[in-house]
Each structure stands twice: as structure tokens, then as C-alpha cells.
């Protein structure tokens, strides 16, 4: 039987894939005007410095933000422009090794923790604190329905440092300053000494405190998207259903690691090109950000030993 989570995490993998083929062909291209490539910095060097021709305008504005970058001049390029620029061209012509194993060297040093965002918005810029968790099933709860529902895979960065919070197994709401094991930020909560704090009290104390996230470790935290019945009408016998379901109770029945990073530029798609030039920018910098909810249960009927 598949699990939710190894639904998702196949999901994962195709997308990888998907960048991976993409990469492939770049090299292919190279190759036959007789030049060994490795990455897209050799095929530039190849096209006589000259970046190919912009079919749309958001190619065009691919092209000027790399032009800019091979000035010197990446602090130039904004968000906006960013999210305007096509993410297939740049992809192409980004000069830097694209494959996965070199993409995920950059994004172990930039951005080295994963998780995963739940949600019903189509996103290629977070705005403000940004909330994910190690527990793609989790992750799932923070969507409703499964029509545009999307889970975003993500690596998670820091540069001021995080507070750790040890939960211990409680409920959201149910943490107790001893549990936060950074002190300065503890110091903004005796305000509620003897109380009960929760996620966003700790969240905001540190922020002021400064920190880049916070890392709840092992909490209850399920989201209002929460529907153990959400496998229903998806072609599945009832006893497929019933195991599904049951999967899906147990994969919540046990704490997860929350995160919540309290500035959007130190987050990206586990699918990002993790260019160094562009770290201050808060754009998930990927042309395959998200994995649709929709049908995924439906269309990864996958068979191991006989079961999904």
C-alpha cells in the first residue's frame, strides 16, 4: 500500500525528473554543434555570448535579468521582474551547472532543510512568514477540497539563526515558554508566565527577537483542510478506500516538525535553479514550484505487492 506522503514524495521525484530532462536536452543541443557540455555556461560560451532570441515578453524578460547578471549586476533585478521572467529560459540559459546533483549541492549550502506547503493559492512569491512542515500529509490539511489544491516542496534557509521549540508532543496552542530553548526569545514571553503560549506568540517574539525562523519540533498542528474522506469517488474499491483513509488517520496521529521562516526570501521550490547571484529574492526561482492535490490519489494508483 502507498502512503500518502510516498504519493508526494513520487511527485517529487517526476518533478526532478522533469528538470533533469529539461537539462538533457540543453546538453543535447550543444553537443551537436560539436562542443562537450557539462552546464549551461558552456553552451553560452558556445552561442558566441550572444543570448538566444526572446520569442515572448517574458522571455525578453528572462533575457534582460540574465544580461544584468553577466554585468555584474543580479541587485538590479526585483521581484516583479523576476516573476514576470519565463522560467524555461532561464532555466536554459542560466550559466550554471543545472543538473539535479549540482542544483542540490547549491541548495544544501543556500537553503539545506525541506519541507512542505500546503495551500489553494498558485504561488511564485511568498509574502510574509511562510509555515511548512517536514509531513507532507500535514501539509495537505492546509488546503481545502482538492480542486486547486497544491502542495509546494520546499528548501528552507537561514541567516540570523533560528529558536528551536521543543513541543513535546503537544497541541499548537498548548506550548509552554520552558519549551523554547533560545532565551532571549523566551525573554519576550513572560508576559505569559504560567500560560499556555502558542506557534504564532512564539513566532512574533522571534521576529522582534530577530531570528530567521523557528523550528517546532514535534507538535500537533492540523489544518483546517483536514478530510479523512477525501478518497472517496476516486475509482478505489471500498477496501482500498477504507486502507487509504486509515493511512491517511495514522500519518497525522503522531507529532510533526513545523516550521515557520519569518522572511520569504529564505525560502524556495525544492525545483529551484538556487542561483547565489539571486539569493536576496524572495521568488521560488522554478517553472515546476508546486505538486497539484488533485487526482493525485486518483492517478498514482500504484501497485506494490498487490495493493496501491
Known amino acids: 500500500m502507498v502512503s500518502v506522503n510516498k504519493i508526494l514524495d513520487l511527485a517529487v521525484d517526476a518533478g526532478e525528473a522533469a528538470v533533469d530532462a529539461g537539462t538533457d536536452l540543453f546538453r543535447s543541443i550543444a553537443n551537436a554543434f560539436g562542443k562537450k557540455t557539462t552546464d549551461a555556461s558552456d553552451v553560452l560560451e558556445m552561442s558566441v555570448g550572444a543570448l538566444p532570441t526572446a520569442n515572448t515578453a517574458a522571455e525578453d524578460m528572462a533575457r534582460k535579468i540574465l544580461e544584468l547578471r553577466a554585468a555584474g549586476k543580479a541587485d538590479e533585478v526585483t521581484e516583479a521582474m523576476m516573476s514576470a521572467a519565463d522560467n524555461p529560459y532561464m532555466y536554459a540559459n542560466t550559466p550554471l551547472d543545472m543538473s539535479q546533483e549540482a542544483r542540490m549541492a547549491r541548495a544544501d549550502e543556500m537553503f539545506p532543510r525541506k519541507g512542505f506547503h500546503g495551500t489553494n493559492a498558485d504561488i511564485d512569491t511568498f509574502q510574509g512568514n511562510v509555515f511548512s512542515t517536514d509531513n507532507p500529509t500535514l501539509a ?46 523566551a525573554d519576550w514571553l513572560d508576559w505569559a508566565e504560567g500560560q499556555k503560549i502558542s506557534t504564532r506568540e512564539i513566532e512574533q517574539a522571534a521576529s522582534r527577537e530577530g531570528r530567521s ?3 517546532f519540533k514535534d507538535i500537533n498542528d492540523i489544518g483546517p483542510g ?6 472517496k469517488n476516486l475509482g478505489y474499491t471500498p477496501a482500498e478506500e477504507e486502507a487509504l483513509r486509515l493511512q491517511y488517520l495514522q500519518e497525522l496521529s503522531k507529532p510533526s516538525n513545523v516550521d515557520v521562516r519569518l522572511s520569504p526570501n529564505l525560502v524556495r521550490s525544492r525545483f529551484a535553479r538556487f542561483d547565489p ?29 498487490g495493493g496501491i
Not at 483536514?226 to 478518497?231: E, I, K, P
Not at 486518483?298 to 506494490?304: D, M, Q, R, S, Y
Open 140 to 185: 495537505s490539511t492546509y488546503r481545502m477540497g482538492s480542486e486547486d489544491a497544491q502542495i509546494y516542496p520546499l528548501r528552507l534557509g537561514s541567516k540570523l539563526g533560528d529558536t528551536v521549540v521543543e513541543g513535546g508532543g503537544a497541541n499548537w496552542s498548548q506550548l509552554n515558554i520552558s519549551d523554547v530553548k533560545d532565551p532571549a526569545v
Open 277 to 305: 547571484e539571486f539569493r536576496n529574492l524572495a521568488n521560488l526561482s522554478a517553472g515546476f514550484a508546486a505538486i497539484g492535490f488533485s487526482g493525485l490519489a486518483a492517478g498514482l494508483k500504484e501497485k506494490e505487492g
Open 226 to 231: 483536514f478530510n479523512s474522506g477525501q478518497f
Open 213 to 215: 525562523g523557528v523550528q
